[in-house]
C-alpha cells in the first residue's frame, strides 16, 4: 500500500492557519467552498496536492464583504487579514490571510519578492442570466483583468505552468515594448470590484471565480455548489461543491491523472528562516 507523502514545511503551516481559521467560518456561519487545486487535493488525495503550496476558499460575494470587515477582530495575533485597498504591499484583488511569522522568497516573476505565507480567500460573483449580456460582461471583465496585470507585470507569475498560448504571447509583446507597469493597478482592481459586484450571487444562475487562475474555466452553474458538502481534507473535513466532479472536470478535464513533473510547483516559492527564530 502506497502512503501518502508527509506534508511540506510550507504546508504545515498553510494547514495550521486553515486549522485556526476553520472554527471562525464555521462559528459565524460563513459559506465557504474549497477552490481549484485546494478542491482537487481534497478528491484526489484527500488533502494537499503533494507539490501545492497554497489554500484557496471562496465565499459568496454578500459574505464576503462581511468577512473581510469583522474577520481582523476574530483572529489569532500571529494572523493578518490582507487585502489590495489596505497599506501592506499586498496587490492581489483577492484577500489573504497570512501568518506573519513566516516568509516565502517568490522567485517566479521578474522581481523578486517576499511575501507572508498565506491562504487565499476569493470572492464568489454572479453572472447575467442572459446569454448575451452575459458575453459581453465578461469581455469587460477580461479587458480589466488584462489591464491589471500589464499595471503588476514585474509580479506576474512567469513561470505559472498550464498557461494558456494567448498568455504567453501577450507577456512576450508586453516584455518587448515594454508597456508594462505604466498604470495605477489600485485603478484596474475598483474597475473590476464594479464590474463583478453588478450582480449579486441571489440573483445569477452561474457563480464565478473570476480572479482564479482559470478565469472563465471557474464559471459554474450556482446550483453544482448547492450548500456544499463535506470532503476529506488532512485530518479534518472542508466544504466544497457538491458536484465536485462536473467542477473539476470543467477546470482541469482528466484531473484524477497527475501533471507531468514541469507542470508544478506553480508559485515557485522557497520558504525563508522563521522571523522568530
Known amino acids: 500500500m502506497t502512503q501518502e507523502p508527509k506534508r511540506t514545511d510550507v504546508q504545515e503551516i498553510i494547514w495550521n492557519i486553515m486549522k485556526d481559521l476553520k472554527p471562525i467560518l464555521e462559528g459565524c456561519e460563513v459559506p465557504y467552498f474549497m477552490l481549484g487545486g485546494t478542491l482537487l487535493g481534497a478528491i484526489r488525495h484527500k488533502g494537499f496536492i503533494p507539490w501545492d503550496d497554497d489554500i484557496d476558499i471562496g465565499i459568496p460575494r454578500e459574505e464576503y464583504e462581511e468577512f473581510v470587515r469583522d474577520i481582523s477582530d476574530l483572529l489569532p495575533e500571529h494572523l493578518e487579514l490582507h487585502t489590495y485597498w489596505d497599506d501592506t504591499p499586498h496587490h492581489y484583488y483577492f484577500s489573504r490571510i497570512v501568518d506573519t511569522r513566516y516568509e516565502l522568497e517568490r522567485k517566479g516573476s521578474l522581481i523578486e519578492r ?164
Do not use: C
Open 114 to 277: 517576499n511575501e507572508n505565507v498565506w491562504i487565499d480567500i476569493f470572492p464568489l460573483d454572479g453572472m447575467p442570466n442572459n446569454r448575451v449580456v452575459r458575453r459581453v460582461h465578461m469581455w469587460k471583465l477580461l479587458y480589466a483583468r488584462l489591464r491589471y496585470h500589464i499595471s503588476t507585470f514585474d509580479k506576474v507569475n512567469l513561470h505559472r505552468p498550464n498557461r494558456p498560448f494567448y498568455e504567453k504571447v501577450l507577456i512576450y509583446l508586453i516584455r518587448v515594448t515594454g508597456l508594462g507597469n505604466r498604470s495605477d493597478p489600485r485603478k484596474w482592481l475598483d474597475r473590476i470590484d464594479t464590474l463583478l459586484k453588478k450582480y449579486p450571487p441571489e440573483d445569477s444562475d452561474y457563480i464565478v471565480n473570476f480572479m482564479g487562475q482559470y478565469i472563465f474555466k471557474e464559471m459554474f452553474p450556482k446550483k453544482w455548489y448547492g450548500e456544499g458538502a463535506l470532503y476529506p481534507f488532512e485530518d479534518s473535513q472542508m466544504l466544497g461543491p457538491i458536484e465536485y466532479d462536473r467542477v473539476l472536470t470543467q477546470q482541469y478535464g482528466a484531473y484524477m491523472t497527475p501533471p507531468d513533473e514541469e507542470d508544478k510547483n506553480a508559485h515557485d516559492a522557497v520558504l525563508l528562516e522563521n522571523k522568530e527564530d
